[in-house]
C-alpha cells in the first residue's frame, strides 16, 4: 500500500449504495456532517476522561484477583474449591456456561439481525461483537482451569496420539470444545473483518504518526475502493451466514453437557431451546449494561436512540416469556412423570431445599423484574434498563447454579447426598472474570473504534435518499 | 505527506498472513513427529552399565539361555536380573579379578547390589508380566530385538501405548512355539504362509486373545 | 508435573515404589511427551528362594486385642508386610478380620512410633537400660525379695509371658504383677469366662452386649450368627436375636427386634426376664414384651441363650446365669472356661491394689510393659501424677504417650509383627506369634525385657530364642515338627481352655441410682478400641458403625432427648457429676435410648502421636471408677457447636427406600414381592445377550443385607488392598471420602430398625459414566468389570455427576504427597497410587482377578471365578458378600444372586447393575408389635 491519497477528504470514504430494505429513521438522528460524526465517534481514540482511568483501575484489579485464583487452583489442585462428590461440578461450570451464554447475543445482534436486515443493530453491534469475544475468552478458560489435570486438556481433542486412542465421541464434552473453538474463531474473524474499514478510517483520521502506522498495519492497507466495499460487503453476509447457526448450535451443545446425564434437573430433552434462549436473554442484558453507559459517556443518544433501547427491551421481554414458559414446561413435567427423584428435585429440592432463597432470587430476576417491559416508559428509561439488565445478569447466573448444584447435591440415594459451600478461590474465579472481562471492554473502547462507523454512515446515507421518512419497522 | 507505509509492506503483509498459519500447523505437526522420534521414545539409546556385561558374548558366542540369568521370567512378571551372586558362580574362576569386575567384587564384600541401569522402562501405572507373555508364545526377541547382537543392551521397541495395543489386538504374528521363546532370529527365519498357519495353530493351542481391555494393564 | 513428589523411596524397595511413584511419574512419561527419568535396577546379591520379587508372601500370626489373639495370615512383598487377612483355621477369625486387625499394618508403619530408648531425655541403648535392670543392680533398689519393684502388664495370654513372669518371681519374689486395660477392668484379672456358641442357639437375647462386633471373639459369633440365617430358601430356618441397650450398636442393628432401655432399666430387663421365665405364663408384671422374649426362649429349651454384657458388674451378668440356667443353655449354649489370660502360674493383681501401693509410697520401681495407663485409667485415680511420684518408673510402649511422659524412662516396644511370641484365643487356642519384618527401629518384645528382669539375660536374649526354649519344654514328642506346623497352620495341637462352674455371685437386686434425670454410658470405640489405636488414620476415618462419626467421638442422644435439650449434631453439651466434666459435641441417633447420653472411650489423646492428638474428648476424665458402665450425670447445653465429620449426613431413606425389607412371614408369604420390583427395564438399544460359559468369565457380586452388621470391615479391608489414603476431619466434613466401599445405613423412620447397605461400585453394564467421560477413561471390560483408568483421566468429573450411586472418588489434592517413608512401605505395589485430580473407585480388585487369570494362563487352564476373593469379601465377618461370575450357575454368588429376594440397587434406571443385593429379612415374632 503507498499514500492515501490526498484529494479525498480525511475519513470521509465513499460509501456503497444501501440495502434493499428501506431503514427507519429513528434508528439515526444525527444532524451533522459525516466528518462530525466520524470525529464523535473517533474522539475517544484520542485520550479519555478519568471515569475511565478509574473503572480501568477497579477492573485491573479484578483482572489480578483472577489471575491469582487461577494460579492457587493449578497450583493446590481443585480441591481448593468447595466441590465434592456428590457436587462435582459448581462454580466453576456456571461460570462457564454463563459467559457462553452471555456471548451469543453479540452474534445474534450482528449476524443474525444482519441477515433480518433490521438496520437499527448498526449502532450497537460492534460493542456486542466485541463482548461476545470477551465473554467467550472467560468461558473458555473455566472448562480447562476445571480439569483435575489441566495439563492433558489436549486429550479432548481428536488427534492420532501414540496411545493408539481417542476421545469419547458418546460425550458431550469433545463436541463443547469443538462448539466453542469454532465459535470464537467465527466471531473473531467476523468482529476483525466488520472492524477493518474503520480502522482504516481511523489511521487516516489520527495525527500521530505511531498511531497511523500501528492502525496502518491493522487496517491491512484497505483503501475504501469501491470494489474493496463490494466484498467486504459480501464477505460480511457470508460470515453472518456462517455465525448465525452458531447462535442456535453453541448453547445446544453446551445444554447437552447437562441434557445426557440422567440426573434430576438435568436430564430434560427442554435443554437445548431453553439453554439458547437463555443465553441470548443474558447476553441482552450485558449489551444494554455496556452500551447505556457508553451512550451516556460518549453522549451518543443520537445514535444509539431511544428506538434501539425500545427494540432492545422488547426483544428482552420475549426471552423472558419465553424463559418462563421453560420454567414451567420442566416442572410440570416432573409432575407428570411420578419419578420421585425428578418430582423430589423440581417440585421440592429447588423451591423450598437447601438453595430456596437462590431459586427464589432467580424467578424474580428473570421472571418478574422483565415484566416491566410491558410499558413504554420502562423500555426507554436508562435507569430502569440498567437496573432491570443488571438483575437478569444475576437471575441467570443463578440459574445456572441451581440447575447445577442443586440437582447434584441431593440425588438419588440419601446416603450420598451432601450440601454445597464455596469458597473463596470460587468467588474470586467469579467475579475476577467479571473483572477480567471488565478489563479487556475498557481496552476495547479506549482503543478501537467501538461504533461501526462505516455501517452508521452507510445507514445515514440511506435515510438521506428516504428522504428521512419514517418507514419500515412501525415505530412503537 | 511522506507514505506511511514503505511498498514492501505489503508483501509482508501477505507474508505474515501465510506465515501464521504456517506455524501454527507447524508446531502440532512438529510435536506429533517429535514424540515418534527415537529421541522422545528412548529407542536405541546407548545405555552405559556399571560392568560392561556384553550379551554378544554370553547369549551369542557362549550360547547360555536368557532364563539362567533371567531366571523367572517363567513365573513372574519381572524377568529377574540375576543376584550378584549368579555371575559369580561362573566367574569366581575367570576374570573375577579383573578391572571391570570391580564393581562386583564390590557388591560382594559389601553386600549391596550392583546398580545397573534399567533399559526397558514403562511407566509406573503399567503392570506388564513376563510369564504370561512368555508362556503364551510370545518370544524374548519380539521385544526386545537381537540381544545376542548388542554390546550394550538397548531399547529395541518405541514401547508406546499404541506399540503394545498393535500386538494386543493381533497378536498372532508375533507366536512362537514355546519351544522356541529364547531362540534369537527366529522370527526372520520364519516368514512363510505355512509359519502363518502355524502361528494360527499356535495361537488356539495357547488360546491367546485379544486382550484389549484398560485393565489388562493399566490397575 | 509433580513427578517427583513420591520418587525417593528407600532404596531396598526400589522397585516397587516405581510402582508407587506410578501415576505421577507416568505423567512425564505419557504420550511420549518427554522421556523416562533414568531408573536403577537393583537385584539380591544373593539369591532367595523365599524372596522373589513381584511374588507377594503369606506369612500366619496372631495379633492380641486385650490378651485374646485373632489368627491372621499377612501378606508381605519383598519383605514388607502390606495387608492383612484372617485365618480360616483359626477359631477366632474363621478367615475374617476386623477393622482393628486389618489396620494394625498401619500401625506398623507409623512414623510416631517410639524409635529409641531414653532415660529421662538423653537417648540411650536398650542394652544401657538392661544393665540397670539386671537382678543384682535392681535389688539394691527394691530391697533383698524385690518388695519395691511392681510391674504393670496390659493383658496377656502368652504361655511364654507367664513363663517369664514366673521366673521374674523367682528372682524378686515379693514383686508385684498388676494386669490391666480399660474395657476389661477388674475382669482381666478373674479366673473364669463365659463361652457362647452361637451355632446352636436358635433364639438369642443380648442385653447391652455387642457380641457381634466389639467383645472378645466376634469375629466367630458373627460368623455363627449369620451361618442360621442365610435363606437359601425362603422356607429355611433362621435364628432369632433380640436385644436389649441403650446404644444403637451393629448387634442392635442385625437384631430382629430391638429394645432401647435406658442404662439402669437392664437390671429390672433381666429381673423381668428371669421371673417370666421362671413363672411362665402365670402372671407377671412385665410388659407383653418380656413376657413374649420368655415363652420364645423357653419354647426353645437348650437352644436359646441369654447374653449379658462383659462391661455389666458381675452382679447383674448372674442374673443372666439365672436365666441360661432356667432354660438350659447353660452347658449347652453357654459355659465357664478358665480364663486364657496369665495369672494362673503367677499372682496378678488389680491395678486399685497398685494405686493403693503408690499412694502408700509403697513403689521403688514401676514398670509400665504396654497399655496406657496414664491415660486410660479414671482421671479421679490420678494415676499420672502419682506414677510421676514413684522414684524409678519405666515404660515399654509402642508410643512415647501419655505413659511414657509419666516414666522416667521408655523402651520402644515391637510392634507384633516385629516380634515373635504366642498367644491364645479367648476360648484358649494357642497361636504362635510370627513377625513378618525385623524390629524398624530399635525396639525389644516384653519377653526379653522379662528376661532380663529374671537375670536369665543381660538384655542380650531375643525373644525367638526365649520362645523356641519355652516350645521344646513344652511339647511332648516332636518339637521341630509341631513348630513348623504350627506355624504354617498359626494355631497349635494345644487343647482349650477346659470348662469350669460359673462364678457364684449374688445376682444384683439393688437398682443403680433412681429417679436421676440422664445417665451417661461409657463404651468401648468400635475403631480405637480403649485409645491403643487413635493414631491409625484407616481407623480414625472410618465411619463408625450406625452413627458415621469420623474422626472423633460425641455425646450421642435420642431425638427425643435432643429435642429436650434443644440441641442438633453438633452443639457441644457438658455432662457433669461433682468434679467431673467433659464436654464433647451431640450427634442425634434415633433408635437411642432416652435420656442417655453414649460416650466412647479412646479420643481426647495427649501423647505424641500426631494424628490422634485433640481428636474428639477424652471420655476417661468423666469415667468414675474402673468398671463403671454407667452413672447419672447432668446434661448442660453450652451454646457452642462444632462441625462433626460425618460420612454420611442423611439418617433416612427420606420415603425412597434404597434397602428393600420384609419379615420373614411377609418374605415366606409372597416371596417375588420382596426383591426386584421391576424386571429388566425397556431399553431403546438391542438386548445384550446374557453372559454364557462360552464367554470370558462375568464378575460380579452379591451383597446380603440380612446378614451385613455394618461392622466396616470390609472398609478397611478394600482401603489397605487399594492404596486408597487418608484425607482427614476437614476433607470428610466437605465430603470428599475416598473409601471406595461405604457402608450406608438408613434408619427406620421410627429409629427401630436400622438397616446397612454396603454401596461400591455397581458396575453396571449400562454404565451411566462410562458415556459421559469425553476421554474415554472409564470403560467396560470383556469380563464385565467397569474401569477406572487412572492414567487415562483428565478429571472432568462427569462421571461422578452421572453415576447414581455416588461410589466415584475423586483426588481433590495430592492426598500421598505428604506421606513418610514407612508409611509408603505400606501400599500395595499391585495397585497404582493415585495422582492429584483423577478419579478412582472399586474395581472389583481388578489386580486380584488379573493376577488369577495370569496364574491360570501360567498352567494352562481356565481361570474360574472361585479363583478370586475381592478384599472386601475377605474381611466381611459375616460372609455377607460373595464374588464369582455369572457364567457359573453352581457358584454361591449365583445360588445367592437367583434367590427371589435379590434386587439391584436404583433398578429402575435400568443400569443393570452387577452388584445385586439380598433384601434385608427380619425374623420377627409376631407376639410382638412394639419395637422400641
Known amino acids: 500500500m503507498t499514500t492515501v491519497p490526498l484529494r479525498r477528504a480525511r475519513g470521509d470514504n465513499p460509501v456503497p449504495t444501501a440495502f434493499p430494505a428501506p431503514p427507519d429513521a429513528s434508528v439515526l438522528r444525527f444532524d451533522g456532517s459525516d466528518r462530525a460524526l466520524t470525529d464523535q465517534l473517533l474522539a475517544p481514540l484520542r485520550g479519555t476522561g478519568v471515569v475511565w482511568w478509574v473503572l480501568f483501575a477497579v477492573s485491573a484489579a479484578g483482572t489480578a484477583v483472577f489471575a491469582f485464583s487461577c494460579w492457587w487452583t493449578v497450583a493446590k489442585g481443585i480441591g481448593a474449591w468447595g466441590n465434592n462428590i456428590p457436587v462435582a461440578w459448581a462454580f466453576a461450570i456456571t461460570n462457564f456456561v454463563w459467559w457462553i451464554g452471555i456471548g451469543h447475543a453479540g452474534t445474534f445482534i450482528s449476524a ?108 491491512l492497507g484497505w483503501r475504501g475502493t469501491s470494489t474493496a466495499w463490494r466484498q467486504h460487503r459480501v464477505a460480511m453476509v457470508l460470515l453472518a451466514a456462517l455465525a448465525t447457526p452458531l447462535v442456535v448450535s453453541v448453547h445446544s451443545v453446551v445444554s447437552l453437557d447437562f441434557a445426557i446425564a440422567q440426573l434430576p434437573g438435568w436430564h430434560s430433552t427442554i435443554f437445548p431451546p431453553y439453554f439458547v434462549v437463555g443465553a441470548i436473554y443474558s447476553g441482552f442484558a450485558m449489551v444494554l449494561l455496556l452500551i447505556l453507559p457508553l451512550r451516556h459517556a460518549y453522549r451518543l443518544e443520537q445514535v444509539i436512540t431511544e428506538r434501539h433501547l425500545d427494540a432492545m427491551a422488547k426483544l428482552t421481554l420475549t426471552m423472558a416469556l419465553m424463559l418462563t414458559y421453560a420454567y414451567v414446561v420442566e416442572s410440570f413435567v416432573a409432575w407428570y412423570t411420578h419419578d420421585i427423584p425428578e418430582r423430589f428435585t423440581y417440585l421440592f429440592e429447588r423451591p423450598f431445599g437447601t438453595y430456596a ?61 451432601h450440601i454445597y459451600r464455596p469458597t473463596w478461590v470460587d468467588f474470586g474465579l467469579l467475579f475476577g472474570s467479571v473483572g477480567f472481562f471488565g478489563f479487556l471492554f475498557l481496552l476495547f473502547v479506549r482503543f478501537v473504534p467501538f461504533i461501526a462507523i462505516s455501517e452508521v454512515k452507510r445507514l445515514r446515507h440511506d435515510l438521506g435518499e428516504n428522504g428521512g421518512r419514517e418507514i419500515g419497522l412501525p415505530h412503537a | 505527506m511522506p507514505a506511511l507505509f514503505p511498498r514492501w509492506s505489503n508483501t509482508v503483509a501477505r507474508g505474515s498472513l501465510l506465515a501464521i498459519v504456517v506455524i501454527v500447523c507447524g508446531v502440532i505437526l512438529g510435536l506429533m513427529l517429535w514424540v515418534r522420534t527415537s529421541y522422545a521414545t528412548g529407542q536405541h539409546a546407548s545405555i552405559a552399565q556399571p560392568v560392561p ?143 502363518d498357519s502355524a502361528r494360527i495353530r499356535l495361537q488356539h493351542e495357547y488360546g491367546v486373545r485379544s486382550l484389549t481391555s484398560c485393565t489388562t494393564c493399566h490397575r | 508435573m509433580h513427578a517427583h513428589d513420591h520418587d525417593h523411596p528407600p532404596e531396598l524397595n526400589r522397585r516397587d515404589f516405581l510402582r508407587l511413584a506410578g501415576a505421577s511419574v507416568a505423567l512425564a512419561g505419557l504420550d511420549g511427551c518427554s522421556r523416562m527419568p533414568a531408573e536403577h535396577i537393583l ?66 508403619y507409623d512414623p510416631d512410633r517410639g524409635k529409641s530408648a531414653r532415660v529421662g531425655s538423653e537417648q540411650v541403648q536398650w542394652e544401657r537400660v538392661a544393665a540397670n535392670l539386671a537382678p543384682a543392680a535392681l535389688r539394691s533398689r527394691v530391697g533383698g525379695r524385690g518388695s519395691g519393684l511392681h510391674l504393670l502388664i496390659e493383658p496377656t495370654s502368652s504361655l511364654l509371658d507367664e513363663e517369664l513372669l514366673a521366673s521374674v518371681l523367682t528372682a524378686h519374689p515379693d514383686a508385684r504383677i498388676y494386669m490391666y486395660s480399660p474395657m476389661l477392668g477388674d475382669g482381666a ?45 425362603p422356607t429355611d430356618a433362621m435364628n432369632r436375636l433380640y436385644v436389649v441397650e441403650s446404644t444403637f450398636s451393629s448387634t442392635g442393628s442385625a437384631a430382629d427386634h430391638r429394645f432401647a432401655v435406658r442404662p439402669r432399666e437392664v437390671t429390672t430387663v433381666l429381673r423381668w426376664l428371669l421371673t417370666s421365665v421362671i413363672n411362665g405364663d402365670a402372671k407377671t408384671e412385665a410388659p407383653a414384651w418380656i413376657a413374649a422374649i420368655a415363652r420364645d426362649l423357653r419354647a426353645h429349651q437348650g437352644r436359646s441363650l441369654v447374653i449379658v454384657g462383659d462391661a455389666q458388674p458381675a452382679s447383674i451378668r448372674a ?216 493414631n491409625n488414620g484407616w481407623l480414625q476415618e472410618l465411619p463408625a458403625p450406625l452413627t458415621q462419626l469420623t474422626w472423633g467421638n460425641a455425646g450421642l442422644i435420642s431425638p427425643a432427648t435432643a429435642h429436650r435439650l434443644n440441641v442438633s449434631d453438633g452443639d457441644i ?98 416371596p417375588s414381592s420382596v426383591g426386584q420390583r421391576s424386571g429388566r427395564v425397556l431399553s431403546l438399544y438391542p438386548e445384550a445377550k446374557p453372559p454364557d460359559s462360552n464367554t470370558a468369565l462375568q464378575w460380579a457380586m452379591t451383597i446380603d443385607l440380612t446378614t451385613c452388621i455394618g461392622c466396616g470391615a470390609c472398609v478397611v479391608g478394600c482401603q489397605s488392598e487399594n492404596n486408597i489414603p487418608v484425607i482427614g476431619a476437614s476433607e470428610v466434613r466437605n465430603g470428599r471420602s475416598m473409601q471406595w466401599m461405604h457402608v450406608e445405613r438408613y434408619f427406620a423412620d421410627n429409629g427401630a430398625d436400622a438397616a446397612m447397605q454396603p454401596m461400591l461400585c455397581q458396575h453396571c453394564e449400562n454404565a451411566p459414566c462410562e458415556y459421559v467421560c469425553p476421554v474415554g477413561a472409564t470403560v467396560h471390560s470383556s469380563d464385565g468389570l467397569n474401569e477406572m483408568v487412572y492414567n487415562r483421566c483428565v478429571g472432568t468429573r462427569f462421571c461422578s455427576n452421572n453415576c447414581p450411586y455416588k461410589v466415584r472418588h475423586f483426588n481433590w489434592f495430592d492426598y500421598n504427597k505428604h506421606l513418610s517413608e514407612t508409611e509408603l512401605m505400606v501400599k500395595n505395589p499391585n495397585v497404582t497410587v493415585r495422582e492429584r485430580g483423577v478419579m478412582e473407585k472399586c474395581t472389583f480388585c481388578v489386580q486380584r482377578i488379573r493376577e488369577a487369570e495370569i496364574a491360570a494362563g501360567r498352567d494352562g487352564r481356565a481361570p474360574r471365578g472361585t479363583d478370586v476373593q475381592t478384599a472386601c469379601q475377605q474381611a466381611c465377618p459375616t460372609n455377607a458378600i460373595v464374588f464369582g461370575s455369572l457364567t457359573e450357575p453352581s457358584s454361591e454368588m449365583m445360588r445367592r444372586r437367583n434367590q427371589p429376594r435379590s434386587f439391584a440397587a436404583l433398578a429402575e434406571l435400568g443400569t443393570e447393575p452387577r452388584v445385586r443385593y439380598l433384601a434385608r429379612i427380619r425374623n420377627a415374632n409376631p407376639e410382638i408389635h412394639d419395637s422400641r
Open chain 1, 112 to 219: 443474525f439481525l444482519l441477515l433480518l436486515n433490521q438496520h437499527w443493530r448498526a449502532s450497537i453491534n460492534r460493542v456486542a461483537e466485541a463482548m461476545t469475544i470477551f465473554a467467550l475468552m472467560n468461558a473458555g478458560l473455566f472448562p480447562i482451569l476445571h480439569l483435575g489435570r489441566p495439563w492433558f486438556f489436549y486429550w479432548l481433542i481428536p488427534y492420532p496420539a501414540t496411545m493408539g486412542v481417542w476421545p469419547n465421541f458418546k460425550s458431550a464434552l469433545p463436541w463443547d470444545i469443538a462448539a466453542v473453538t469454532t465459535y470464537l474463531t467465527v466471531s473473531l474473524l467476523f468482529w476483525y473483518a466488520g472492524l477493518v474499514p474503520d480502522l482504516a478510517t481511523a489511521r487516516d483520521w489520527l495525527d500521530s504518526r505511531l498511531a497511523r502506522r500501528i492502525y496502518g498495519i491493522f487496517a
Open chain 1, 357 to 417: 432463597v437462590l431459586f427464589w432470587i432467580m424467578i424474580t430476576c428473570n421472571v418478574v423484574v422483565p415484566q416491566v417491559f410491558w410499558w413504554k416508559r420502562n423500555r426507554t428509561s436508562v435507569g430502569v434498563l440498567l437496573a432491570a439488565s443488571g438483575a437478569i445478569l444475576v437471575g441467570m447466573w443463578l440459574e445456572r447454579f441451581i440447575i447445577i448444584v442443586t440437582s447434584l447435591h441431593r440425588d438419588f440415594l440419601p446416603a450420598s447426598w
Open chain 2, 53 to 195: 556385561f556384553d550379551h554378544r558374548i554370553h547369549a551369542h558366542a557362549l550360547q547360555i539361555d536368557c532364563r539362567y540369568c533371567h531366571a523367572t521370567v517363567e513365573q513372574t512378571a519381572s524377568a529377574g536380573v540375576p543376584p550378584t551372586a549368579a555371575c559369580v558362580g561362573c566367574h569366581n574362576s575367570v576374570w573375577l579379578q579383573s578391572a571391570p569386575f570391580a564393581p562386583v567384587r564390590a557388591s560382594l564384600s559389601s553386600l549391596r547390589p550392583i546398580a545397573w541401569q534399567r533399559v526397558n522402562a514403562l511407566p509406573d501405572f503399567v503392570f506388564f508380566d513376563h510369564s504370561i507373555h512368555v508362556a503364551k508364545g510370545v518370544g524374548c526377541e519380539t521385544c526386545h530385538g537381537r540381544v545376542d547382537r548388542m554390546a550394550r543392551v538397548e531399547q529395541a521397541a518405541p514401547l508406546s501405548m499404541g506399540w503394545c495395543l498393535s500386538c494386543h489386538r493381533n497378536p498372532t504374528p508375533n507366536l512362537r512355539p514355546r519351544s522356541e521363546i529364547v531362540a534369537m532370529g527366529w522370527d526372520a527365519a520364519h516368514t512363510s504362509p505355512a509359519d
Open chain 3, 43 to 108: 537385584p539380591y546379591v544373593d539369591s532367595r528362594p523365599e524372596l522373589t520379587p513381584g511374588i507377594g508372601s503369606y506369612y500366619a500370626t496372631a495379633m492380641s486385642v486385650d490378651g485374646y489373639a485373632t489368627g491372621l495370615i499377612v501378606e508381605s512383598h519383598e519383605g514388607r508386610p502390606t495387608k492383612i487377612e484372617g485365618n480360616p483355621a483359626h477359631p477366632a477369625s474363621l478367615g475374617a478380620a476386623g477393622p482393628i486387625e486389618l489396620a494394625s499394618v498401619l500401625q506398623l
Open chain 3, 189 to 233: 484379672t478373674d479366673a473364669a469366662v463365659q463361652q457362647y456358641d452361637i451355632a446352636n442357639a436358635d433364639v438369642i437375647v443380648a442385653i447391652d452386649s455387642d457380641f457381634l462386633s466389639t467383645a472378645p471373639f466376634h469375629l466367630r459369633y458373627a460368623r455363627q450368627f449369620a451361618d442360621n440365617r442365610r435363606l437359601a430358601r
Open chain 3, 319 to 534: 442374673l443372666g446365669d439365672a436365666i441360661n440356667d432356667a432354660i438350659g443353655a447353660s452347658g449347652k449354649t453357654t459355659w465357664y472356661t478358665t480364663s486364657p489370660l496369665v495369672g494362673h502360674h503367677v499372682p496378678v493383681h488389680k491395678l486399685a491394689d497398685l494405686v493403693g501401693a503408690m499412694d502408700a509410697r509403697e513403689v521403688d520401681t514401676l514398670i509400665v510393659i504396654g497399655g496406657n495407663p496414664s491415660y486410660a485409667t479414671p482421671r479421679a485415680l490420678g494415676f499420672s501424677s502419682l506414677m510421676r511420684a514413684v522414684p524409678n518408673s519405666g515404660y515399654l510402649g509402642l508410643y512415647e504417650n501419655e505413659t511414657a511422659r509419666d516414666a522416667r524412662w521408655f523402651v520402644p516396644m515391637s510392634h507384633y509383627l516385629e516380634r515373635w511370641g504366642d498367644a491364645r484365643a479367648y476360648d484358649g487356642t494357642v497361636s504362635i506369634v510370627q513377625p513378618l519384618v525385623n524390629p524398624l527401629y530399635r525396639s525389644i518384645a516384653p519377653p526379653e525385657l522379662y528376661a532380663t528382669l529374671a537375670g536369665t539375660s543381660n538384655g542380650g536374649a531375643r525373644s525367638y530364642d526365649l520362645l523356641r526354649a519355652s516350645w521344646t519344654r513344652r511339647t511332648s514328642g516332636d518339637a521341630e515338627t509341631a513348630w513348623s506346623d504350627a506355624l504354617q497352620r498359626g494355631v497349635t495341637a494345644d487343647a482349650p481352655m477346659s470348662r469350669v462352674a460359673a462364678p457364684t455371685t449374688f445376682p444384683s437386686d439393688t437398682n443403680p441410682f433412681e429417679g436421676t434425670a440422664f445417665e451417661v454410658i461409657y463404651l468401648a470405640d468400635p475403631k480405637i478400641h480403649d485409645g491403643s489405636f487413635a
Open chain 3, 573 to 670: 453439651i457438658k455432662l457433669s457429676s461433682g468434679q467431673r466434666a467433659l464436654e464433647l459435641p451431640a450427634l442425634v441417633v434415633p433408635g437411642h435410648a432416652d435420656d442417655t447420653v453414649s460416650v466412647h472411650f479412646g479420643y481426647g489423646r495427649t501423647g505424641s502421636e500426631s494424628a490422634a492428638r485433640d481428636v474428639g474428648a477424652d471420655a476417661y476424665a468423666l469415667w468414675p471408677a474402673v468398671g463403671a458402665r454407667s452413672e447419672a450425670i447432668t446434661v448442660t447445653r453450652t451454646g457452642a457447636a462444632q462441625a462433626l465429620a460425618l460420612a454420611q449426613t442423611q439418617s433416612t431413606g427420606a420415603g425412597r427406600d434404597p434397602v428393600h425389607r420384609a419379615t420373614l412371614d411377609a418374605y415366606r408369604a409372597s
